[in-house]
């Protein structure tokens, strides 16, 4: 039994030296990747890619389910959106609400038909409606099928060059898809690009803009703008300069439509449906010299509602570890696989290990510690060294992220010190809570529970 | 071993703790410095406004300018610039040249680092303060971006010999510099067009498709006879931008080609020459266009519905014919136009 415990303590041990280990990387990648982003944007002149007629296309695609509160606001926000011919595509995915009654007041709707064949297949098309008072907006009414289902309907309908999906319930800021689009235009190999997502709780939000940016002064949605931005400043932008990224985060992506339709569209029996796409279209690209690289561009940014309760928030966390167990799963030939390069040498070994397994690790290290305490069989200085890699180095990594993102875009004018609070409260009962559902999402999954989505409830956005 | 381990850890995370609460500590300075500057940003731009807009002197506005650090002010006349034109844009960059930032500005341009070269063409293109011998030294840059932004300052009152620059960076190896010398061979209009003309004639052209995207951008007779013989070029993609421009011009001239691009194998070719004859307005062709209703691609028939409903009566008469027909492509291409409002139309046409 000591031994037992011994040997877990080492394997904790050796897995957060391993994670701390990937963690410095990706900080050191980031803030490289930070400052060269900075001196290449520096002074850059947007307009001119707003004025130019060689500018590609791009279609919105937002799916809507129960949305009636927020979707007025959504859509004027995004037919405002600063790129020249934009196509918004709504799609209501079978709404009870009166999300399809509220788009056909406020935007005059009229039945139209489809511009184009049904290229993936989705539930029952009811209608496509085209607006009378905003020429871009397009809405297609369907039978519910998920919101993977309601984004296919929305690819088979859109005309741009370029897709960007996103929930419904997003603020994408004015300028995003200017800044978005520049991996489009300086490299033919990026498939799919991707931008910031920010915490939109507490802020002041006035017709679907954001003016003010505050730290949410409640403990569970402060913690999660941490969780973001290290997610993003730290993660995603670390990456991509070690074989760029596997996530497109479901809330703001630009995808190239033609290669999305392609390779089918977004699979309906997952609940990881945004990573799975990015995941098969640079698995398809690399098996056939297609292109292939995926983008993070740090600057535009979307604002998105996180979840204020422990319940629908533990939900969240269930589905997005069911969603990455899944996409480990399907795409498991690529672990350790030489053929693709990065996503099969690092990327994917990294999510299986540090993000699929990492909680089961951190499960049973916590569990020895506590034992062998308890059974006298550990020393109480190395289980203080344990914990201090473990847990007390989360803290710098947040620190960090909040450090760089002030550093770099000065967001929050008031209320660092909330940050830094929440950037060690993190550690204290929320990571351990989130362990338990990540935890739940892996038993769930291996129950046989992989597509159930479970209720998310959102609130209007003006305050 | 343990104990060791133990403080190695604190010690780390401890220095590292103390240097990013010291950062965000500068970060807080910083912007409180930058509150503080603000009354004299705000003084500056309502002096600038002032000078441009109502002919004031230019003492004050130099005053509020130079009380400014370079950067600041250089970011203020940016902001400025975006917002006027004509006189107002002239006098704007008059000042700015009295207060010495464009010299600044190109100054930069010289630079060893990528970066400052970057800002510095930046500067002068957004304050449209022109050297036509700074962009051509920088249109050879080593690095991609700053070629780029190069590309981005050159417009219609640039020299000819940089739009032949341009036009020699449509196969650069390096796409954001094609992107770029092509927005702004699109952007220059007219200007550009002897040089797009002169290649699109000459036999070493290894981007007709490009070049012509980039001549759509301004609409110029003198591109007529190119578009014409780039129509039955044998790339489907050259000859879809080809006719795309053919459309773009409006020339009844090209009236008769565009009709024999209606049967081309492409659909893209097709549907451009449906847009095109649409924008005619000319009506004579309206059967054969009428025919593409049936077309197998969605693009096409709805090309062919637009330009049906431009045609004016005879078109239309065509929409209504095929919407109330057999259930079918036809029909809902038909339908789709019909129940259109006017404004979308014209949106669309184009």
Redesign the interface.
């Known amino acids: 039994m000591a031994r037992s415990i011994l040997v877990v303590n080492w394997l904790f041990l050796g897995y957060s030296v391993l994670a701390v280990g990937t963690q410095l990387v990706l900080l050191v990648s980031a803030a490289l990747s930070l400052h060269r982003e900075a001196?290449?944007t520096?002074?850059?002149?947007l307009?001119?890619?707003l004025?130019?007629?060689?500018?590609p296309t791009i279609s919105i695609l937002a799916p809507a389910y129960n949305e009636a509160a927020t979707i007025t606001q959504s859509v004027r926000a995004l037919l405002t959106l600063h790129y020249t011919g934009l196509q918004v595509v709504v799609v209501n995915d079978g709404s009870s609400d009166r999300t399809l009654d509220v788009l056909c007041e406020q935007f005059d709707l009229?039945?139209?038909?489809p511009?184009?064949?049904m290229a993936v297949p989705t539930a029952p098309v009811r209608a496509v409606l085209?607006s009378?008072a905003a020429?871009g907006l397009l809405v297609v009414d369907k039978e519910n099928g998920g919101k993977a289902d309601a984004l296919n309907a929305g690819l088979n309908v859109a005309t741009g060059d370029l897709v960007c999906a996103m929930d419904a319930d997003t603020l994408i800021e004015p300028d995003a898809l200017l800044r978005v689009v520049r991996p489009f235009?300086?490299?033919?190999d990026v498939v799919a690009a991707g931008g910031t997502i920010r915490v939109v709780n507490s802020s002041s939000v006035h017709q679907g803009r954001v003016r003010e940016p505050r730290v949410p002064t409640r403990a569970l949605p402060g913690i999660q703008v941490v969780e973001y931005l290290r997610a993003f400043h730290l993660g995603r932008l670390g990456w991509n300069r070690l074989g760029g990224n596997l996530i497109i985060s479901g809330a703001f992506g630009l995808f190239r439509r033609d290669d999305t339709l392609a390779c089918g569209g977004y699979l309906l029996d997952t609940v990881g449906e945004d990573m799975e796409l990015v995941v098969r279209l640079r698995r398809i690209g690399l098996e056939h010299h297609r292109r292939s690289r995926v983008v993070f561009v740090p600057d535009p940014v979307a604002w998105t509602q996180v979840p204020e309760s422990v319940a629908v928030l533990a939900r969240q966390r269930d589905r997005w570890q069911r969603g990455l167990a899944d996409v480990v799963s399907r795409h498991r030939a690529l672990i350790g696989n030489p053929r693709y390069r990065a996503v099969g040498l690092v990327l994917m070994p990294y999510f299986t290990l540090i993000e699929l397994f990492g909680p089961l690790v951190e499960a049973l290290g916590l569990l020895a510690i506590v034992l062998g305490l308890v059974l006298n069989v550990v020393?109480p200085?190395?289980a203080?060294?344990l914990l201090?890699?473990g847990y007390?180095?989360a803290?710098?990594v947040s620190?960090?992220a909040?450090?760089i993102d002030?550093?770099a875009y000065?967001r929050y004018?008031r209320g660092?010190a909330w940050l830094?609070l929440w950037a060690v409260m993190e550690n204290v009962g929320y990571r351990q809570l989130a362990l338990v559902w990540r935890l739940r999402g892996m038993v769930r999954y291996a129950g046989g529970k992989r597509v159930e989505w479970g209720a998310m409830t959102r609130r209007g956005f003006d305050s | 071993m343990?104990?060791t381990?133990?403080l190695i850890?604190?010690a780390v995370?401890g220095v590292?703790?103390a240097v990013?609460?010291s950062?965000?500590l500068v970060?807080?300075t910083l912007?409180r410095a930058r509150t503080r500057r603000e009354p004299a940003v705000f003084a500056a731009r309502a002096a600038l406004v002032g000078a441009v807009h109502d002919q004031a002197p230019d003492l004050p506005a130099l005053a509020a300018l130079r009380a400014l650090r370079a950067p600041e002010a250089l970011r203020l006349l940016?902001e400025l610039a975006?917002t006027v034109s004509g006189r107002a844009r002239v006098r704007l960059l008059d000042l700015a040249e009295q207060a010495g930032l464009p010299a600044k500005a190109r100054r930069l341009c010289a630079s060893r680092s990528w970066?400052r070269r970057?800002?510095g063409i930046?500067?002068l293109?957004?304050l449209h303060a022109h050297d036509d011998h700074v962009i051509a030294v920088l249109l050879g840059d080593r690095v991609?971006?700053v070629v780029?932004a190069a590309a981005?300052g050159v417009d219609q009152g640039s020299d000819s010999k940089l739009f032949k620059r341009l036009v020699g960076l449509l196969d650069d190896k390096?796409?954001?510099c094609r992107?770029a010398a092509?927005?702004a061979l699109?952007?220059a209009g007219g200007a550009a067009t002897p040089t797009l003309v002169a290649y699109l004639q000459s036999t070493d052209c290894p981007c007709p498709a490009d070049a012509l995207?980039?001549a759509?951008?301004g609409v110029d007779l003198r591109l007529l006879p190119v578009a014409l013989c780039r129509t039955g070029d044998p790339d489907p993609l050259v000859r879809a931008r080809a006719t795309a421009l053919l459309g773009a011009l409006g020339s009844m001239s090209a009236a008769d080609r565009l009709q024999a691009l209606l049967t081309d194998p492409n659909c893209d070719v097709r549907a451009a020459a449906a847009r095109g004859l649409g924008r005619l307005g000319e009506w004579a062709p309206a059967r054969q266009v009428a025919r593409l209703l049936e077309d197998p691609h969605?693009?096409v028939r709805?090309a062919a519905a637009l330009a049906l409903n431009a045609m004016g009566a005879p078109g239309r008469l065509y929409l209504r014919e095929a919407a109330a027909g057999q259930e079918g492509a036809a029909a809902?291409?038909a339908?789709?136009v019909l129940?259109?409002?006017a404004?979308?139309i014209d949106?669309?046409l184009v």
């Open positions: 001196r290449l520096a002074g850059e002149h307009r001119r890619l004025r130019s007629p060689v500018s009229v039945p139209a038909i511009p184009g064949g085209r009378r020429p235009l300086g490299d033919p020393d200085a190395f203080t060294a201090l890699v007390g180095w803290v710098p620190m960090a909040v450090v002030q550093l000065r004018h660092r830094l | 343990s104990a381990v133990l850890a604190a995370e590292l703790l990013l609460l950062l965000l970060e807080r912007d940016i975006d970066a970057l800002r930046r500067a293109s957004r991609g971006a780029a981005d390096r796409p954001q992107f092509k927005a699109a952007a995207e980039a759509t951008g969605w693009e709805r809902q291409a339908r789709y129940v259109l409002p404004n979308a949106t669309l």
